[in-house]
């Protein structure tokens, strides 16, 4: 199956500070990327689905402006995690798809924000 | 609004027994997924089941779509520790590439 990176694989960070992670997509071209956001024994919640080119495209409840996504190449896509405070801690997970076929998962990066 | 409801939530079992889980939901999907999950790592997909009374079988795992296309379950026969995991149904709706996860069943196999 095809592979998908992220980076970094966890981040601690004080609070009030921007984090980025990045997402990659290693041996294929990712049209389209998902966010998602999973907290500890919970399932994932998607937060936004971006095409490459495009703006992102926002779930209910995700603050675009805290949240920024920038996905500038097929192959890369960028969540930086605005003025983090202790209740964005979670584990984000990306994952990449070419067309409308399947979802390839990144292993996740643990965010923990003090 | 979670859409699609697992259960059970948690199950704790003895190596070699059987189990299900079930992936229930009031709304039609286009294609259901079932995943596993391991502690601080990725999903990784088990199946894709598209058909409504599809069954795809995966050595010791059985996977099932309802007919209405808004339900499926898990079989796991003669569990092994191995099988330990966080187990994600995830259906697509139209053709949006977009998947809604279900609540998770956390499964842990005793030795």
């Known amino acids: 199956g095809a592979v998908v990176s992220q980076h970094p694989s966890w981040v601690i960070c004080k609070s009030g500070t921007s984090v980025k992670i990045e997402c990659r997509s290693l041996d294929f071209q990712a049209t389209t990327m998902f966010w998602y956001r999973q907290f500890p024994k919970q399932s994932l919640m998607l937060m936004a689905t971006?095409?490459?080119?495009?703006?992102?495209?926002?779930e209910q409840g995700v603050e675009k402006d805290k949240f920024l996504i920038n996905h500038a190449s097929l192959t890369l896509s960028t969540l930086t995690v605005t003025s983090a405070h202790p209740e964005d801690s979670s584990f984000y997970i990306c994952?990449?798809?070419?067309?409308?076929?399947?979802?390839?998962f990144g292993p996740g990066t643990r965010l923990t924000v003090l | 609004t979670q859409l699609l409801e697992q259960s059970p939530q948690f199950l704790s079992i003895q190596e070699g027994e059987n189990l299900t889980v079930y992936c229930n939901s009031s709304s039609v999907f286009s294609s259901l997924q079932w995943y596993r999950q391991e502690p601080g790592e990725g999903p990784v997909l088990l199946v894709t089941v598209v058909t409504g009374g599809e069954v795809k079988k995966l050595k010791r795992l059985t996977f099932q779509f309802g007919d209405a296309r808004k339900d499926s379950s898990l079989h796991i026969t003669a569990a092994q520790p191995g099988d330990t995991g966080l187990y994600l149904c995830?259906?697509?709706?139209?053709?949006?590439?977009?998947?809604?996860f279900g609540t998770g069943t956390l499964l842990a196999v005793q030795p």
């Open positions: 971006s095409n490459e080119g495009s703006k992102a495209t926002y």
């Open positions: 994952s990449g798809a070419s067309g409308y076929n399947e979802q390839f």
């Open positions: 995830a259906g697509e709706r139209g053709a949006t590439n977009k998947l809604i």
